[in-house]
């Protein structure tokens, strides 16, 4: 099993950009499709993007398509979410999370077994 610690959120006018890691502890995180979520205050967790094992099959929810992208270096046992015209709507604690479905790029909460601590962004106006 891995364990996640995120880093680099922060606070950012809008427009601005962001990058986001992800590193996980142990071995196993070439095994492991992976993904990043954010919650807002007061809302449910969502689905941000989601990246299989090998990189090569990603999937974004509709309001970050083409401003986010989520990468990995399996090397380095880290997972990336490069935020740009970030959005005050984007504000949000924002968590990495590791799922067992490597194949794909998987988005269902239900699908992620271990989770960071999370991250705060703030995207000012």
């Known amino acids: 099993q891995v364990q996640l610690v995120e880093s680099g959120g922060g606070l950012v006018q809008a427009g601005g950009s962001l990058r986001l890691s992800c590193a996980a502890s142990?071995?196993?995180?070439?095994?492991?499709?992976m993904g990043w979520f954010r919650q807002a205050p007061g809302k449910e967790r969502e689905f941000v993007a989601g990246?299989?094992?090998?990189?090569?099959?990603?999937d974004y929810a509709d309001s970050v398509k083409g401003r986010f992208t989520i990468s990995r270096d399996n090397a380095k046992n880290t997972v990336y979410l490069e935020m740009n015209s970030l959005k005050p709507e984007d504000t949000a604690v924002y968590y990495c999370?590791?799922?067992?479905?490597?194949?794909?790029?998987?988005?269902?909460?239900?699908?992620?077994?271990?989770w960071g601590q999370g991250t705060q962004v703030t995207v000012s106006s």
């Open positions: 990246i299989s094992w090998s990189g090569v099959r990603t």
């Open positions: 999370a590791a799922s067992a479905a490597q194949y794909r790029a998987a988005r269902i909460k239900a699908d992620f077994g271990t």
């Open positions: 142990g071995r196993t995180f070439s095994s492991y499709g």
